[in-house]
T-cell receptor, first 114, second 109 residues
């Protein structure tokens, strides 16, 4: 069964560094998403992406963040100048045709900012 | 701003019991509601999606209902098994997806 994959599974970085989290959505899906879950807190929506542009973004998704689909398979989240509070699990998800269909989540990347 | 609440926060039941998890949301203008399962340290697995025009969805031992006007959904699990132990999240979709904090379910053998 097709699934969303994410790399790396774990990332440790120093405060102020840039990180790029990578995702490979399910191949025929058109909508892509990033979410984060700070330890012990709710899953929070960051951004949705469709047709090579941002469809929706939350108040969390400020200028520190950016997303890109650099090729036909990868979908990336870049976090510039990381802060301690960026430490979280980051989930990528995709859905087939529209944003109100079932979203399929990847296993997540655990980011630790020291 | 949409707020999603799940009650109870934790639930422990003996194997074989039927159980109900509750989800409430503050703004009824949603496109759909989705129930997920999350195992410790893992990603989210979609269980059921109910469109705003639907009242319920069933998959195996799971049944989810939606009462959009009252802002409530329930997830019914029949004949619970130890393998059902996980955190169950509900999420509503309006312009983006808003999650509840989850119900941590433990099914004891």
């Amino acid at each position: 069964e097709p699934e969303v994959t994410q790399t790396p599974s774990h990332q440790v970085t120093q405060m102020g560094q840039e990180v790029i989290l990578r995702c490979v959505p399910i191949s025929n899906h058109l909508y892509f998403y990033w979410y984060r879950q700070i330890l012990g807190q709710k899953v929070e929506f960051l951004v949705s992406f469709y047709n090579n542009e941002i469809s929706e973004k939350s108040e969390i998704f400020d200028d520190q963040f950016s997303v890109e689909r650099p090729d036909g398979s990868n979908f990336t989240l870049k976090i510039r100048s990381t802060k301690l509070e960026d430490s979280a699990m980051y989930f990528c998800a995709s859905s087939l045709l529209t944003s109100d269909e079932t979203q399929y989540f990847g296993p997540g990347t655990r980011l630790l900012v020291l | 701003k949409q707020e999603v609440t799940q009650i109870p926060a934790a639930l422990s039941v003996p194997e074989g019991e039927n159980l109900v998890l509750n989800c409430s949301f503050t703004d009824s203008a949603i496109y759909n509601l989705q129930w997920f399962r999350q195992d410790p340290g893992k990603g989210l697995t979609s269980l059921l999606l109910i469109q705003s025009s639907q009242r319920e969805q069933t998959s195996g031992r799971l049944n989810a209902s939606l009462d959009k006007s009252s802002g409530r959904s329930t997830l019914y699990i029949a004949a619970s098994q130890p393998g059902d132990s996980a955190t169950y999240l509900c999420a509503v979709m309006d312009n983006d997806m808003r999650f509840g904090a989850g119900t941590r379910l433990t099914v004891k053998p």
